[in-house]
């Protein structure tokens, strides 16, 4: 899949114009705070919905903007397709999501175009909350089985609904709907269960491929068993919210059963955190057999730029990469062959140049 272009509005200080992109390598520079970053974020929005920085998406309006819109035309199995993703603010906070102009739903909107994300900035994998590590999970999983998010639906449903039972002091359809919380988490909690050990297995082959260090990171899915419910349902309805579930699950990165956050340094850290967005790349590669698009944003020098190098250049040919960094020497691996420069000012494309 090829994103051929990009245009937004009002999303955070990138300029309303649009953006074309070269087929395999884009590098995007220009000096701190003028919008690299946000150009890579507004095309994971067009494929997601969502931010790779952030879980608070009204983070990406621009400041007294009531709406914030992203279009671009991908390329995919031969024909060019238009995604269009509106948002806008208010209660209601609405959502238009199309597909040449068509109407769509979420899970046929986001099976449309496929996109990982890493960022240097952002290690919330390792040391944020328990619920990154769900959304880290889930994510990958929505990108090789469109049907979970119709999962995930169902279960925030009932969660929900039965939240409201449990704040109002009844009992008398619990039990309904303890059947029902159950029902729904568990394909969710297969899948996480599936996906996390899948993921294990890829990330252990990349790291000793490329002899890393830090090889005895251990990945553990721990779900939250709802067969516990009958036995904790006094409790629950004395915190008035389901204690056991889905939400409740934890992902755990250890090294020597001790938190990787607390063992590993901040430049492994950046490392483990690129090798599992390269294995999630394979992942969606065997699924598949194509390659998603890679943003590879504010690469610096903590990270181990040899391996960086090996593993980009092993990447499918079919890869379309777009990257950023504050200095234009960390970018040098992807300059190697045919590529486009954009220059941003102020949120603008200043100048773009092909080569070689």
Known sequence: MILRSIATQSFRN??????????????????????????????????????????????????????????????????????????????????ALLINGERVTLPAYVNAMSVFAYSSARLDILRGAPEERRRFLDRGIASIDPSYLEAVSRYGRALRQRNALLASGSTSSLNAWDEELSNAAAPLQRGRAAYAEALSGAFKEIVAEHRYHVRDLAIEYKPSAVDEL????????????????????????????????????????????????????????HRFDEAALFLLDDIDAELDLEILEQLLLRLPAQTQVFATSAKERFLRSLEAGPHRRLVIENGRVASVADLP
């Open 230 to 285: 009958p036995r904790i349902r006094r409790e629950e309805l004395r915190a008035r919210m389901s204690l056991v579930g889905p939400q409740r699950d934890v992902l755990v990165f250890s090294v020597d059963g001790r938190p990787a956050a607390e063992v590993l340094s901040g430049g492994e850290q950046k490392m483990v955190v690129l090798f599992l967005k390269f294995a999630k790349l394979a992942l969606f590669r």
């Open 14 to 95: 990138l300029g309303a114009e649009e953006v074309a992109f070269h087929d395999q390598v884009n590098i995007v520079v220009g000096r701190n705070g003028q919008g690299k970053t946000n150009l890579l974020e507004a095309i994971y929005f067009l494929a997601t919905t969502k931010s790779f920085r952030t879980a608070r998406i009204g983070s990406v309006f621009q400041f007294e903007s009531p709406s914030v819109f992203v279009s671009g035309l991908l390329h995919r199995f031969g024909v060019d397709k238009t995604l269009s993703v509106g948002l806008e603010t208010g209660e209601t906070r609405r959502r």
